[in-house]
């Protein structure tokens, strides 16, 4: 039944139709089209992340073959390295962790205060992250939002999520399939340095994208 549900809001999703991308010029699935299919995903929760059966299963049954043995290593590798090379310099971090791959995007170069909509200056970033995803299909894409412990723990929970959903939407309207994410907002829950400091505050405003290799289990 999770699986129909999933399908059909997809689909629905895709009915929605096409436009033409205000980034690029190309014709390309709209932002609603796109966001209502990511929506389907982000509602599976936190099952879904990092490779849930749901997911690969999908991508499997659409024909997108999975990765086995040494394989794995040496494609994270030539992703892990264009990334780099498509990223160096934007602010955005990359961190290998074992067969893994996280990017991390404070959200001082993506989203102004209290704002979920991407400063058209971080366009050009997203594009080269949806540009190495295209070349990179057999690729799982779990992006989690992160905000600091400042206001209350709701707001930050939906925050952090609205956050997440709209880095997925514009890569999914750069052409990236979107059975392949997973979406989930984490607001203040997991800091990576002391909110008690500006400095610290800061780090933790961000959004992440864990890249993990699409395996048969």
């Known amino acids: 039944m999770f699986k129909k549900a999933i399908a059909v809001a997809v689909v629905a999703g895709f009915a929605a139709g096409c436009s033409t991308d205000p980034y690029t010029g190309e014709r390309k ?42 394989a794995i290593g040496s494609y994270m590798d030539q992703q892990e390295a264009q990334l780099r090379g498509q990223l160096q310099g934007t602010g955005v971090s990359v961190t290998r962790q074992g067969n893994y791959i996280v990017l991390n995007m404070p959200s001082n170069i993506t989203f102004a205060t209290d704002s979920s909509s991407i400063q058209p200056a971080f366009y050009p970033t997203l594009n080269s992250v949806a540009l190495v995803l295209k070349r990179y299909n057999q690729t799982l894409v779990d992006v989690y939002g992160h905000t600091d412990s400042t206001g209350s723990y709701q707001y930050n929970m939906d925050l952090s999520r609205r956050r997440a959903q709209a880095v997925a939407d514009y890569l999914v309207a750069q052409g990236t399939n979107p059975q392949r994410y997973a979406v989930i907002g984490l607001g203040p829950s997991q800091p990576i340095a002391s909110n008690d400091t500006p400095e610290g505050r800061q780090q933790n405003r961000r959004v992440e994208i864990r890249l993990s290799p699409l395996t048969a289990g």
Do not use: E, F, K, V
């Open 29 to 70: 699935i709209s932002n609603t089209a796109g966001g209502a299919a990511l929506g389907a995903l982000a509602g599976a929760g936190a099952g879904l992340l990092a490779g849930g059966d749901d997911r690969r299963n999908a991508l499997i049954g659409a024909g997108i073959g999975a990765l086995a043995g040494g």
